[in-house]
């Protein structure tokens, strides 16, 4: 069954960036959907982006477009989500899942433990 784990989180001013990391353990996730979600302090969480099987990349929030991006790493296993022009809105915990198919379709039920970013001055 596969492992996730974020890393890569931490405290940031506004505008700046980080990159996110989701390293996968007891399964390859070279053909499988990552999605990246994030949840703030007292809101639901919501989907960011996710990268395809095939590395196609949708988009589900479009405060993200222009600034964060998502890529893939077969030889280690691990998605990223790189982050730049953060802002003060964008403090959350930052999840990466996965459900072990292709398409970004279907339910992901594969979750790591969160990240968290802060951005604050």
């Known amino acids: 069954q596969v492992q996730l784990v974020e890393s890569g989180g931490g405290l940031v001013q506004p505008g700046g960036s980080l990159r996110l990391s989701c390293a996968a353990s007891?399964?390859?996730?070279?053909?499988?959907?990552i999605g990246w979600y994030r949840q703030a302090r007292g809101k639901e969480r919501e989907r960011i982006l996710c990268?395809?099987?095939?590395?196609?990349?949708?988009y589900y929030k479009d405060s993200a477009k222009g600034r964060f991006t998502i890529s893939r790493d077969s030889a280690k296993n691990t998605v990223y989500l790189q982050m730049n022009g953060l802002k003060a809105e964008d403090t959350a915990v930052y999840y990466c899942?996965?459900?072990?198919?292709?398409?970004?379709?279907?339910?992901?039920?594969?979750w790591g433990e969160g990240t968290a970013v802060t951005v604050s001055p």
């Open positions: 990268i395809s099987g095939t590395n196609d990349i949708r």
């Open positions: 899942a996965t459900g072990g198919f292709s398409s970004c379709d279907y339910i992901m039920d594969h």
């Open positions: 007891g399964e390859p996730l070279d053909q499988s959907a």
